[in-house]
C-alpha cells in the first residue's frame, strides 16, 4: 500500500433489484446518499476481506449476549 490515497473515480454500475431497494432503504434509514452509501459499503467489504483472508471471524452479538457468525460468500 502506498501512503498517498488514489484520486477519486467516478464508475457506472448496474444494480440487482434486492441490491436497489437495499441501497433505498440505507439512504431513508441513514439520510446518507447513494454515493456514501456505496463507499462505505466498499470501505466494510475491504476490511471484512481483509480479517478473514487472516482467519479472524465475523460476529453479531445480540442484545441477549448470543453470538451468530456472519458468512459473506
Do not use: W
Not at 431497494?21 to 439520510?31: E, P, R, T, Y
Not at 448470543?66 to 459473506?72: A, G, L, N, Q
Request: glycine share 2%; aromatic share 6%; no cysteine.
Amino acid at each position: 500500500m502506498t501512503d498517498t490515497a488514489p484520486e477519486s473515480r467516478r464508475f457506472t454500475v448496474s444494480l440487482t433489484p434486492k441490491s436497489v431497494a437495499a441501497l433505498d432503504h440505507l439512504m431513508l434509514l441513514d439520510g446518507l446518499s447513494q454515493t456514501d452509501i456505496i463507499n462505505r459499503a466498499v470501505q466494510v467489504y475491504d476490511f471484512i476481506a481483509e480479517h478473514r483472508s487472516r482467519g479472524i471471524k465475523l460476529l453479531f452479538e445480540h442484545p441477549d449476549s448470543t453470538t451468530e457468525t456472519v458468512h459473506i460468500i
